[in-house]
């Protein structure tokens, strides 16, 4: 059979998406390189030409204390978000794909709408709710975690649901048969065989998380997560240096991290060989 | 013909084994946590936003009392109307560019044999993974009049060191630049998608038949494409028409959008009347607009199935 390639497009043609798609490669990285190459600079402002290599701006940001608790604010919101959507998540894809129940198709509307909400009616509305009773939700981390979950439960269903469509009910059954109960199945066969899909559910309502500021700006109080903490420094231009040096160790960090679960993921499923 | 087979077969996939079908109490209650936490957190807040708008909640105690003035004000071509569609221009540029830019990287990396071509959308999708606030710093380092650019042109001598390029940030510009750089991952992946499962024989046949390969695209991918494109074009226009951070950094006065107003209602002009009636409108238009793109979607569905 012809490679797709030479019968959908020319040489030619071969030729010139070959061109935009390094073009695009470019401009998406190159913006990033350039952030990169400023947290080096040896100049409170990043401006062409270079002065020099330094890592200044490094040195001064792990002696920060303020900043260091923001990171630590934003993991403990991330953590218990993502735990929360998870857990509804699964609930809702468990129903939305084995059972039929009255009014599943306005309940999946409903759970899954935030991902076409503007986040800032989002956090108007929440802002909103959370004020009439002061009390019962003072702003602070636990109403920037109520928030976070709505958010992020789309993304978890999103994601568990087409693993849930895989998963042959079968082996659920033949385990009912040999006198498994309902909880007993689905600790000892389900749970493991989804796990995989709940650990990539976990890292993407994790990133979002940790990365949201619309809602963490309205509903955080006068806690500090990691966002606001950088973009509160922003007004004080000559902390920019610093705020992109924090910003680039967030970057590989998160990118070590992702990797690494992403192999740990790939290897867990092998063992389990479900792939 | 062979498509409906292929449906059909597909059909019988996605069904797969027999289902135990269970109704019940037990179910019911499965669905019950994260319905409700979606009701508590989203239903409520939106329908208290509503009952903000109309005065029968109020800021102020003893001020509370149905009137819809705060909206007659908005919809009489109030300053705010003009923003939102200003903002809305702006989110269908965004939008349309992104998916035009897009689209042939989605088309280039379906079209690669292997896995390379997973290897090579990671590269593509990565960014996204970024955070969104570095890579709007990045685009305020870039633009300013002491940013990257200009100060290049500066030291290159093209530009007189007190004659930068102002437009570059803080305008409207630099807000469709930063959001379309923000979006085109996120964008390139439900285009790949639909254009990743098209069925490589439809092509062979298409060429077989004598059709050129502009005809084949134009007739056959783009159609079958579409249902890809409109989902990425919904998750960029929809987000972008209530943006509020990318105009906050890189906007300037010139590239205020709705989001920001709204955020102003609530935050310095401390006046939540006018922020609710700005907000309950943006929800409206969202609903709207997903209910016809929903039908456009299942239209198309019917058409090509």
Same mark, same amino acid.
């Given at each position: 059979?012809? %490679? =797709?390639?030479?019968?959908?497009?020319? /040489?030619?043609? /071969?030729r010139l998406l070959t061109f935009w798609f390094g073009l695009l490669v470019i401009f998406l990285y190159a913006p990033l390189g350039l952030l990169l190459l400023f947290s080096f600079n040896d100049n409170n402002l990043p401006v062409f030409p270079?002065?020099? #290599?330094?890592?200044?701006?490094?040195? %001064? #940001? $792990?002696?920060n204390a303020e900043l260091r608790a923001s990171v630590v604010t934003s993991t403990k919101v991330a953590a218990l978000s993502s735990l929360i959507a998870v857990f509804l998540g699964l609930l809702a894809a468990i129903v939305f794909v084995r059972r039929h129940v009255f009014g599943k198709s306005v309940a999946s509307a409903l759970l899954l709408s935030?991902?076409?909400? =503007?986040?800032?009616? $989002?956090? *108007?509305?929440?802002?909103?709710? #959370?004020? %009439?009773?002061?009390?019962t939700f003072p702003l602070g981390m636990r109403t920037?975690?109520?928030?976070?979950?709505?958010?992020? *439960? =789309?993304?978890?269903?999103? *994601? $568990?649901?087409?693993r849930f469509e895989r998963l042959d009910v079968r082996i659920e059954e033949a385990a009912r048969d040999l006198g498994a109960g309902a909880f007993q199945t689905f600790r $000892? *066969?389900?749970?493991p065989l989804i796990l995989p899909a709940l650990v990539s559910a976990f890292i993407v309502a994790f990133v979002l998380s940790f990365d949201e500021i619309i809602i963490a700006s309205f509903v955080a109080g006068t806690v500090t997560t990691f966002p606001l903490y950088l973009f509160s420094q922003l007004r004080f231009p000559t902390l920019l240096p610093q705020v992109i040096a924090v910003a680039c160790v967030v970057m590989a960090a998160s990118a070590v991290i992702l990797v690494a679960t992403e192999i740990g993921r790939r290897v867990l499923e092998r063992r389990l060989g479900t792939e | 013909m062979a498509v409906e087979a292929q449906e059909a077969a597909g059909q019988a996939a996605a069904t797969g084994p027999k289902r135990r079908s269970h109704t019940g109490l037990a179910t019911a209650g499965l669905l019950a946590l994260p319905t409700l936490w979606l009701v508590v957190f989203f239903l409520v807040p939106v329908v208290l936003i509503f009952l903000y708008s109309v005065n029968i909640f109020s800021l102020y105690p003893g001020g509370q009392y149905f009137t819809l003035d705060a909206w007659k004000d908005? @919809?009489?071509?109030?300053?705010?109307?003009? @923003?939102?569609? +200003?903002?809305?221009?702006?989110?269908?540029? !965004?939008?349309v560019i992104s998916v035009i830019a897009a689209y042939p990287i989605a088309y280039y990396l379906a079209l690669l044999s292997g896995d390379r071509k997973y290897t090579l959308l990671l590269l593509i999708l990565a960014p996204f993974l970024v955070s969104y606030f570095l890579r709007l710093l990045?685009? +305020? !380092?870039?633009?300013?009049?002491?940013? !990257?650019?200009?100060?290049? @042109?500066?030291?290159?001598? @093209?530009?007189?060191?007190d004659d930068p390029l102002s437009w570059l940030l803080y305008s409207q510009f630099a807000v469709i630049l930063t959001l379309v750089y923000i979006y085109i991952p996120f964008v390139a992946l439900p285009i790949f998608a639909s254009l990743d499962s098209l069925d490589r024989r439809l092509l062979e046949a298409s060429a077989d038949l004598g059709a050129s390969r502009w005809q084949s695209f134009r007739k056959v991918t783009l159609p079958l494409s579409m249902p890809g494109v409109i989902a990425s074009f919904i998750f960029v226009f929809i987000p972008t028409i209530g943006e509020y951070f990318a105009p906050l950094l890189v906007g300037g006065v010139e590239g205020t959008m709705f989001g920001n107003a709204i955020a102003d209602q609530f935050g310095q002009s401390l006046n939540w009347l006018n922020g609710s009636v700005l907000s309950f409108f943006l929800l409206l238009v969202v609903a709207l607009l997903m209910a016809v793109f929903a039908r456009f979607l299942t239209v198309r569905r019917v058409a090509t199935g």
């Open positions: 059979m012809a %490679q =797709p390639m030479d019968i959908a497009v020319s /040489r030619n043609g /071969r270079l002065k020099g #290599f330094t890592t200044s701006a490094y040195e %001064q #940001f $792990l002696g935030p991902l076409v909400v =503007p986040y800032i009616a $989002l956090a *108007i509305g929440l802002l909103v709710f #959370f004020s %009439q009773a002061p009390e920037v975690v109520m928030g976070h979950v709505v958010v992020s *439960i =789309p993304y978890t269903i999103l *994601i $568990l649901v087409p $000892l *066969i389900t749970l | 908005f @919809l009489d071509g109030s300053p705010f109307l003009d @923003l939102f569609w +200003k903002s809305i221009r702006m989110a269908l540029i !965004v939008s990045a685009w +305020k !380092v870039i633009l300013g009049d002491q940013g !990257v650019i200009n100060s290049f @042109l500066y030291w290159t001598g @093209l530009r007189a060191q």
